[in-house]
């Protein structure tokens, strides 16, 4: 604990990375002010059936993404997500349109346009979310929190261009942390949006447990014992890696000719037990709102009955849709981010090879088939975490408090925490101080 405390302050004595963190708290706070700026022409005395709306199902997984902003009627109300959503499309496409192909293998060139690719699409998405959002409104408020008239025309045009001004304003402050802070800024304003709910969350669930006396302190001690478990869990499963060793061919000279000695360095390939992080969960998830929509456009009862199975996170049937669309897309995700021919071939290129496994395709073969066999169990992994929830919820657990055991929320705060501090430990190795994540001897500065 004492080399922890140690690092820390190590933090502010490097310049750079104090004004990075500076500046990336003084982004995330202006983010969590927006949250609560609501659009203009709308009573926020009269947001109570909002926000009761997003309470329970669905609506909490957009309230929790958005840090509330959602069920206040923000200027920030459809959040980061429509840039969210135009990155899995624009990623999705890669795979099937030859000019984003071509623009991924161009570097930083290809980048920067795929980039501004992802922003125009944004503002097509955002410009349609928001006057579903507007409707959505329409149908949950009173005519009378509608200061500027229930159909005014001025009201529709200026609300969807402030919220499309405020994702747009959101996609700026994540480019800006990721290029000017510390940690990638669009993953800090998903994960602060969703701590902003752990507070009001907890004390809820202590309410319940401690004052209503449902369950005592001990149900309450039990709880978070296992709540910090499950964040072990994600932490393994976000570090897990299956290490391939590599070995390089010593090149050494003798007079006028050289010699290739085998048995040279030896390295690893990593290969993450689950590659593909929190996409498969939020593709699932994308997903998991199409029955209930299509369902709720008939009136018969066996569709009624479909939508309102699809419209319970917390039932059997979601969940267990939910928990197979999960494992297909982490075998999908992965097949698509995880290039093992390339692997292979810059393995080739560079004198490496596995021991007993021939370069080239036996080396692609063997690297895909090494992908297969951790992936299932990852996959397996990664959807009990996702419908963990649920099964609290089983045993009485509060239903806010119960979204932080589990799901996308709490794989992306684990994986956004690590690779921060992944970040910062970086910064404290390079000036030859122990990181947030060493142990043991203190580096000595070097002068």
């Known amino acids: 604990m004492k080399k922890f405390f140690e690092s820390l302050a190590n933090v502010w004595k490097i310049e750079e990375l104090k004004n990075r963190i500076l500046l990336t708290l003084g982004l995330l706070l202006v983010y969590r002010f927006g949250a609560h700026v609501t659009l203009p022409g709308i009573d926020a005395t009269q947001l109570h059936s909002l926000a009761g709306q997003t309470k329970n199902g669905i609506g909490s997984i957009l309230d929790m993404f958005t840090g509330g902003a959602f069920s206040k009627a923000s200027v920030f109300a459809l959040g980061i997500m429509p840039y969210i959503s135009a990155s899995i499309v624009v990623q999705l496409m890669g795979i099937a349109i030859p000019y984003l192909q071509k623009l991924q293998k161009d570097g930083e060139s290809g980048r920067k346009k795929i980039n501004q690719i992802t922003r125009w699409l944004t503002i097509l998405i955002t410009l349609v979310?928001?006057?579903?959002?507007?409707?959505?409104?329409?149908?949950?408020?009173?005519?009378?929190?509608?200061?500027?008239?229930?159909?005014?025309?001025?009201?529709?045009?200026?609300?969807v261009l402030i919220l499309t001004t405020g994702t747009i304003f959101a996609m700026w402050l994540g480019e800006k942390i990721t290029d000017k802070g510390i940690g990638n800024g669009i993953s800090l304003l998903i994960m602060v949006?969703?701590?902003?709910?752990?507070?009001?969350?907890?004390?809820?669930?202590?309410?319940?447990?401690?004052?209503?006396?449902?369950?005592?302190?001990?149900?309450?001690?039990?709880?978070?014992?296992?709540?910090?478990?499950?964040?072990?869990?994600?932490?393994?499963?976000?570090?897990?890696?299956?290490?391939?060793?590599?070995?390089?061919?010593?090149?050494?000279?003798?007079?006028?000719?050289?010699q290739d000695m085998m048995g040279g360095n030896r390295q690893w390939i990593p290969l993450k037990l689950n590659a593909s992080g929190v996409m498969p969960i939020i593709f699932a998830q994308a997903i998991m709102f199409i029955p209930a929509a299509l369902a709720g456009l008939s009136q018969s009862e066996t569709s009624q009955s479909i939508a309102g199975a699809f419209s319970n996170m917390f039932g059997f049937w979601y969940n267990f849709v939910f928990a197979s669309l999960i494992v297909v897309f982490t075998f999908f995700y992965t097949a698509i981010t995880v290039p093992t021919n390339k692997m292979a071939d810059d393995l080739k290129r560079s004198g490496g090879f596995i021991p007993g496994i021939r370069p080239g395709v036996e080396t692609s073969d063997y690297l895909d088939h090494i992908m297969s066999l951790i992936t299932f169990p990852g996959s397996l992994f990664l959807a009990l975490i996702a419908v963990f929830p649920a099964i609290v919820v089983s045993f009485g657990v509060q239903q806010s408090w119960a979204m932080f055991f589990g799901g996308t929320s709490l794989i992306i705060m684990v994986g956004v925490?690590?690779?921060?501090?992944?970040?910062?430990?970086?910064?404290?190795?390079?000036?030859?101080?122990?990181?947030?994540?060493?142990?043991?001897?203190?580096?000595?500065a070097v002068a």
Not at 204 to 228: A, D, H, K, R, Y
Not at 417 to 441: C, E, F, P, R, V
Request: net charge positive; aromatic share 12%.
């Open 129 to 159: 979310q928001g006057p579903g959002y507007i409707y959505n409104l329409y149908r949950t408020l009173p005519g009378s929190a509608f200061m500027l008239g229930f159909d005014s025309f001025s009201f529709l045009f200026s609300s």
């Open 193 to 258: 949006g969703i701590l902003a709910r752990l507070p009001q969350a907890f004390i809820q669930e202590f309410t319940s447990t401690i004052t209503n006396n449902n369950g005592g302190p001990m149900l309450l001690v039990i709880e978070v014992i296992i709540w910090l478990l499950v964040i072990i869990a994600c932490v393994l499963l976000v570090m897990a890696v299956r290490r391939i060793p590599v070995q390089y061919a010593r090149r050494t000279t003798t007079g006028d000719f050289e």
């Open 417 to 444: 925490a690590i690779d921060t501090i992944q970040q910062i430990n970086s910064y404290l190795l390079n000036k030859h101080y122990d990181g947030l994540m060493k142990s043991g001897k203190n580096r000595k």
